[in-house]
């Protein structure tokens, strides 16, 4: 919830302490003036040139007006006193600069207060289209200039007379440093503050046990239990009726008598004492809470989030099983036994039965986990969080998730772009079918989130999408053991042929690359292996080969400058036992093995000493490839340059502010936009649209199409007609002279009778290979781009998607990531024109979605992509009522 809407937002100071940002309203009045008269004399002259006293009503009272189209003024608000305050006024016009100013309790600079209010007013700001913010501040007002410095804006400075005159154009308008700067120093004042706020869940000092009975197996019983005997050194309480005594734990009668400082508390009492709990927590100055209730329902999840805000509590769950951080031995969970200390961090949106499955296998395999949050119904601590909080864990070298929803999925894309450059990020693709959308909605309660738009935001980000809980712990257990690969080329060594066969498959089903061996590497082979071995790739040692020379085959082959890695797959027979050998090669390159005789899905072998990684052993050669494609993709997209959102020109965007506006004036629910005004919408972003000409007779077409010189299409105006496709009937293609135009604007008028606005004749575009671009409005995660293959509206199968906007780097990997980029002009050997056009298109028509949020649909079908550029031959654009969103503010949910 945004101050922007004249609500109330949540934000974190830079110690993590949770504080409120709201508009100011004119009851605020007092609490205003108080805040000023309460300057010294000192901060009083840096803020108004003045000590006079008169100044903090004159102040008070400019805050406090009521709202208007030209000012703007937001509170800080923490432990409800006011605590600091932020205007913009515009210039007497209304037009120009924005003049911005802010104060701040004497008591509270340098915890980031005036800088989170500067964030809240530029983003206010930006969504009512102000380009520019001037500010004038004393020279020796340095706090101030700090703050602006630090911002992520781009000042223009000029100094007369001790007063600096500050100019900062906004993010996204004329002259500024760009989006892209901006959020990243908003991103990084994000993490530091994230990261101290949930310090008090992750890394408590101090934990109480709220519903800890006596009756054994009792969740809250089986919780305190664990972080007892898990060796968790800091003070535990437990709280609750009946908990006298407990495993030798201090014992009070209730939250609101906890003893000391408690930084978390877990709240394991039915439903519906879960409230009144929390109020207690709150108040007695508790720091986060766990909650393990399940079946709460919306109204009452909400008024738990609301005490939590007002106390500054953070908040795990509903519906969490606990947390756990093995470097302070902290096991807070209902787990059957304490995990293994290790390099996973893991966050679950799931009840106890998935995370207890995963803690099980991760502690097998020895990978363990460094923290876990079992993020339950996640209406705070979110998988984003833990994003950052595994960020700045030196302990953390995989992070792996368990979604259902994305509460902020642009957010959570760029956190996890950033995160995944250092750390690898796995995810379970969760939710591919009918039932299991329905199930996890039940538990997100959001919106069900698309697969094409899941995917868009796996590849974007570089994360690691797995099928299935197996492929997840597959992929895990290889890149938890060995490096992450350069490339995809893979060098498969087996010591039976049907075992070379099936690893040769397997690969090319993960999308990597048998690897051609070099002539160097081939003649080594010969020399060592038998006769009827096979060198080239896959390396079919023989059966007869023994655990010595299978060893120096491994050695040879990764040692081959074609190999990223090597898949090695192996089964017992009477030469010997060649798993040892597996772990004993010492490879310039990662290996993974298909051990096909192991009874288990997949183990760690231990390395050929304790500074060797270990080597990751499978049950089945598909397992191992896929696990080597996952990681082999992940290498791939790490060692790509990260892309950005190019500076387009030849775009006028306030022509196209100006169209919108003006369309959804005239129809407030929204609608198609005509085709004159969809022709001008596009133009402003340089959309190139094929030229046609409307008519409304029969002759008017034939005039038309004689005009054009050669053979037309004529396609039918109809407004509510969603998407124009020859399926529906609804276009005529390579219609030669008068006679055929007559005859086929007859054959439309007869078509949709009524209906038929008009009839639209253009000329036909010949050659070249006809896409699609389109564009929808998801709820959550904003403009999704769709291109693939012209065809019917209801097949997406070759379709691919991404997210706006869109870097140059997704334009490029867009277009090959669809069925269609073979058959693209500018391949390999053939010009480029085409292909460019096309990414030039893909790049305009995302910024087009992303500047105006009113687009709820757009769709270029077919665009023809020809050796001498793209040209769209069709298109509709549909509008509805938006209120900008600002993803990358600085707010809690």
Same mark, same amino acid.
């Given at each position: 919830?945004?101050?922007?809407?004249?609500?109330?937002?949540y934000?974190?100071?830079?110690?993590?302490?949770?504080?409120e940002?709201r508009a100011?309203?004119p009851?605020?009045?007092?609490?205003?003036?108080?805040?000023?008269?309460?300057?010294?004399?000192?901060n009083r002259?840096l803020?108004?040139?003045?000590?006079s006293p008169a100044a903090?009503?004159?102040e008070?009272r400019?805050?406090?007006?009521?709202?208007?189209?030209d000012?703007?003024?937001?509170?800080?608000?923490?432990?409800?006193?006011? @605590?600091?305050c932020?205007?913009?006024?515009?210039?007497?016009?209304g037009s #120009?600069?924005?003049e !911005?100013?802010?104060t701040?309790a004497?008591d509270?600079h340098n915890?980031g207060?005036g800088?989170?209010?500067?964030e809240?007013?530029? &983003?206010?700001?930006?969504?009512r289209?102000i380009?520019?913010?001037v500010?004038?501040?004393?020279?020796e007002n340095?706090?101030?200039?700090?703050?602006?410095?630090?911002a992520?804006?781009?000042?223009r400075?000029?100094?007369e007379?001790g007063v600096?005159?500050?100019?900062f154009?906004?993010?996204?308008?004329d002259?500024?440093?760009g989006l892209?700067?901006?959020?990243?120093?908003v991103?990084?004042?994000e993490?530091?503050?994230?990261?101290a706020?949930?310090? %008090?869940a992750?890394?408590p000092?101090?934990?109480?046990?709220?519903?800890?009975?006596?009756?054994?197996? &009792?969740v809250?019983r089986?919780?305190?239990g664990?972080?007892?005997?898990?060796?968790f &050194?800091?003070?535990?309480?437990?709280?609750g009726?009946?908990a006298?005594g407990l495993?030798g734990v201090?014992? @009070?009668?209730?939250?609101?008598e906890l003893p000391g400082?408690?930084?978390l508390?877990?709240?394991a009492?039915?439903?519906?004492?879960?409230?009144?709990?929390a109020?207690?927590?709150?108040?007695?100055?508790i720091?986060?809470?766990?909650?393990t209730?399940?079946?709460?329902?919306?109204s009452?999840?909400?008024e =738990?989030?609301g005490?939590?805000?007002r106390h500054?509590?953070?908040?795990v769950?509903?519906a969490?099983?606990g947390?756990?951080?093995?470097?302070?031995a902290?096991d807070a969970t209902?787990?059957?036994? %304490?995990?293994?200390?290790?390099m996973?961090?893991?966050?679950?949106?799931s009840t106890?039965?998935?995370?207890?499955v995963?803690?099980?296998?991760l502690?097998?395999l020895g990978v363990g986990?460094?923290?876990l949050v079992?993020l339950?119904?996640?209406?705070? !601590?979110?998988g984003?969080?833990?994003?950052l909080w595994?960020?700045?864990?030196?302990?953390?070298?995989?992070a792996?998730l368990y979604?259902?929803?994305?509460g902020?999925p642009?957010?959570?894309?760029?956190?996890a772009?950033a995160v995944g450059r250092?750390?690898p990020?796995l995810?379970?693709n969760?939710g591919?079918s009918v039932?299991?959308l329905?199930?996890?909605?039940?538990?997100?309660?959001?919106?069900a989130t698309?697969?094409?738009?899941?995917?868009a935001l796996?590849?974007q980000?570089?994360?690691i999408a797995?099928?299935?809980?197996?492929e997840?712990?597959?992929?895990?257990?290889?890149?938890?053991?060995q490096?992450v690969p350069?490339?995809?080329?893979?060098?498969?060594?087996?010591n039976?042929?049907?075992g070379?066969v099936?690893?040769a498959?397997?690969c090319?089903?993960?999308?990597?690359?048998?690897? +051609?061996l070099?002539?160097?590497?081939?003649r080594?082979?010969?020399?060592l292996l038998p006769?009827?071995?096979t060198?080239?790739?896959?390396?079919?040692t023989?059966a !007869?080969?023994?655990?010595?020379?299978?060893r120096?085959?491994?050695e040879l082959?990764?040692?081959?400058p074609?190999v990223?890695? @090597?898949l090695a797959?192996?089964?017992?027979?009477?030469?010997g036992?060649?798993v040892?050998?597996?772990?004993?090669a010492?490879l310039?390159?990662?290996?993974?093995?298909?051990v096909?005789d192991?009874?288990e899905?997949?183990?760690l072998?231990? #390395?050929?000493?304790?500074?060797?990684?270990?080597?990751?052993?499978?049950?089945?050669?598909?397992?191992?490839?896929?696990?080597?494609?996952?990681a082999?993709?992940?290498g791939l997209?790490?060692a790509?340059?990260?892309?950005?959102?190019?500076?387009?020109e030849?775009l006028?965007?306030d022509?196209a502010?100006e169209l919108t506006?003006g369309f959804?004036a005239g129809?407030? @629910?929204?609608?198609?936009?005509?085709?004159?005004q969809?022709a =001008?919408?596009?133009?402003c972003?340089?959309?190139p649209l094929?030229?046609?000409i409307?008519?409304?007779?029969?002759?008017?077409?034939?005039?038309?199409a004689?005009?054009?010189?050669?053979?037309?299409?004529?396609?039918a105006?109809?407004?509510?007609?969603?998407v124009r496709?020859?399926?529906?009937?609804?276009?005529?293609l390579?219609?030669?002279g008068?006679?055929?135009v007559?005859r086929?604007?007859g054959s439309?008028?007869e078509?949709f009778?009524?209906?038929l606005?008009?009839?639209?004749?253009?000329?036909m575009?010949?050659?070249?290979?006809e896409?699609?671009?389109t564009?929808?409005?998801?709820?959550?995660?904003?403009?999704?781009?769709?291109f693939?293959?012209?065809?019917?509206?209801d097949?997406?199968?070759g379709r691919?998607?991404?997210?706006?906007?869109? +870097?140059?780097?997704?334009?490029?990997?867009l277009i090959r990531?669809?069925?269609?980029?073979?058959?693209l002009p500018?391949r390999p050997?053939?010009?480029?024109?085409?292909?460019?056009a096309?990414r030039d298109?893909?790049l305009?028509v995302?910024q =087009?979605?992303?500047?105006?949020?009113?687009?709820?649909?757009l769709?270029l079908?077919p665009?023809?992509?020809r050796?001498?550029?793209a040209l769209a031959?069709?298109?509709?654009?549909?509008?509805q009522p938006a209120?900008?969103?600002?993803?990358?503010l600085?707010?809690?949910r």
């Amino acid at each position: 919830m945004s101050a922007q809407a004249g609500r109330s937002a949540y934000a974190l100071l830079t110690d993590g302490t949770t504080i409120e940002i709201r508009a100011a309203r004119p009851e605020d009045f007092a609490a205003v003036r108080e805040l000023h008269a309460k300057m010294s004399p000192d901060n009083r002259y840096l803020r108004f040139f003045s000590m006079s006293p008169a100044a903090a009503e004159q102040e008070a009272r400019r805050v406090c007006r009521e709202p208007g189209p030209d000012h703007a003024a937001l509170l800080a608000v923490l432990d409800g006193d006011v @605590v600091g305050c932020g205007a913009w006024e515009l210039a007497g016009d209304g037009s #120009g600069p924005a003049e !911005v100013a802010m104060t701040v309790a004497d008591d509270l600079h340098n915890r980031g207060i005036g800088t989170l209010l500067l964030e809240h007013l530029i &983003s206010l700001a930006r969504g009512r289209d102000i380009r520019t913010f001037v500010a004038e501040t004393l020279s020796e007002n340095t706090l101030m200039l700090q703050v602006f410095a630090n911002a992520g804006l781009r000042a223009r400075r000029t100094l007369e007379d001790g007063v600096y005159d500050l100019r900062f154009p906004l993010p996204g308008g004329d002259g500024d440093a760009g989006l892209d700067t901006y959020w990243d120093a908003v991103a990084e004042r994000e993490r530091s503050a994230d990261v101290a706020s949930l310090a %008090h869940a992750l890394a408590p000092g101090s934990v109480a046990i709220i519903g800890a009975g006596r009756r054994s197996g &009792s969740v809250g019983r089986a919780i305190l239990g664990n972080i007892v005997t898990g060796g968790f &050194s800091g003070a535990v309480y437990a709280a609750g009726p009946g908990a006298s005594g407990l495993d030798g734990v201090r014992w @009070v009668p209730s939250a609101a008598e906890l003893p000391g400082q408690v930084d978390l508390a877990v709240i394991a009492v039915p439903a519906p004492a879960v409230l009144g709990v929390a109020e207690d927590c709150g108040r007695r100055g508790i720091k986060a809470l766990a909650v393990t209730a399940s079946g709460l329902d919306r109204s009452t999840r909400a008024e =738990l989030l609301g005490i939590c805000r007002r106390h500054g509590m953070r908040l795990v769950g509903p519906a969490s099983f606990g947390v756990a951080n093995t470097a302070i031995a902290l096991d807070a969970t209902f787990a059957a036994r %304490h995990p293994r200390p290790g390099m996973a961090g893991l966050a679950l949106q799931s009840t106890g039965g998935t995370g207890f499955v995963l803690l099980e296998h991760l502690s097998r395999l020895g990978v363990g986990i460094s923290t876990l949050v079992s993020l339950g119904d996640k209406d705070d !601590v979110s998988g984003t969080d833990m994003l950052l909080w595994w960020e700045s864990d030196p302990t953390t070298k995989l992070a792996v998730l368990y979604l259902e929803s994305f509460g902020n999925p642009r957010k959570f894309a760029r956190t996890a772009r950033a995160v995944g450059r250092a750390t690898p990020v796995l995810i379970v693709n969760a939710g591919q079918s009918v039932p299991s959308l329905r199930q996890a909605a039940i538990r997100a309660a959001a919106q069900a989130t698309p697969q094409l738009t899941r995917q868009a935001l796996f590849a974007q980000t570089g994360m690691i999408a797995t099928a299935n809980l197996g492929e997840l712990l597959d992929a895990t257990a290889l890149l938890a053991s060995q490096p992450v690969p350069a490339g995809r080329g893979i060098g498969v060594v087996s010591n039976t042929r049907g075992g070379g066969v099936l690893g040769a498959d397997a690969c090319g089903d993960a999308g990597l690359q048998v690897a +051609t061996l070099s002539e160097g590497t081939q003649r080594a082979l010969r020399d060592l292996l038998p006769p009827a071995a096979t060198v080239a790739g896959p390396v079919d040692t023989t059966a !007869v080969a023994g655990p010595g020379t299978f060893r120096q085959c491994l050695e040879l082959v990764g040692a081959d400058p074609r190999v990223d890695a @090597v898949l090695a797959l192996t089964a017992t027979t009477a030469a010997g036992d060649l798993v040892p050998e597996l772990s004993g090669a010492r490879l310039p390159v990662p290996i993974a093995a298909a051990v096909m005789d192991q009874l288990e899905a997949v183990r760690l072998l231990p #390395g050929p000493d304790g500074d060797s990684p270990a080597v990751p052993a499978y049950a089945y050669p598909e397992s191992a490839a896929r696990a080597l494609g996952h990681a082999a993709r992940y290498g791939l997209w790490r060692a790509t340059a990260p892309g950005t959102v190019p500076d387009l020109e030849g775009l006028d965007q306030d022509r196209a502010r100006e169209l919108t506006a003006g369309f959804l004036a005239g129809n407030p @629910v929204g609608g198609w936009l005509p085709r004159e005004q969809t022709a =001008l919408l596009l133009g402003c972003y340089g959309v190139p649209l094929a030229g046609s000409i409307a008519v409304t007779t029969a002759d008017a077409a034939a005039a038309a199409a004689a005009r054009s010189g050669g053979p037309v299409a004529l396609k039918a105006d109809v407004p509510d007609l969603v998407v124009r496709r020859k399926g529906a009937g609804a276009v005529l293609l390579d219609l030669h002279g008068t006679d055929e135009v007559r005859r086929g604007f007859g054959s439309l008028a007869e078509a949709f009778g009524d209906r038929l606005a008009g009839v639209i004749v253009q000329p036909m575009i010949t050659g070249g290979v006809e896409v699609t671009i389109t564009v929808l409005e998801e709820q959550l995660f904003g403009p999704v781009v769709l291109f693939g293959l012209a065809g019917p509206a209801d097949v997406l199968a070759g379709r691919a998607a991404r997210l706006a906007p869109l +870097t140059g780097a997704d334009a490029d990997d867009l277009i090959r990531s669809v069925p269609a980029s073979p058959l693209l002009p500018g391949r390999p050997g053939a010009p480029a024109a085409g292909r460019a056009a096309l990414r030039d298109m893909l790049l305009r028509v995302s910024q =087009l979605a992303d500047d105006l949020p009113q687009i709820t649909e757009l769709d270029l079908s077919p665009v023809i992509a020809r050796r001498d550029g793209a040209l769209a031959a069709d298109a509709r654009i549909r509008l509805q009522p938006a209120r900008p969103a600002d993803a990358y503010l600085r707010q809690l949910r």
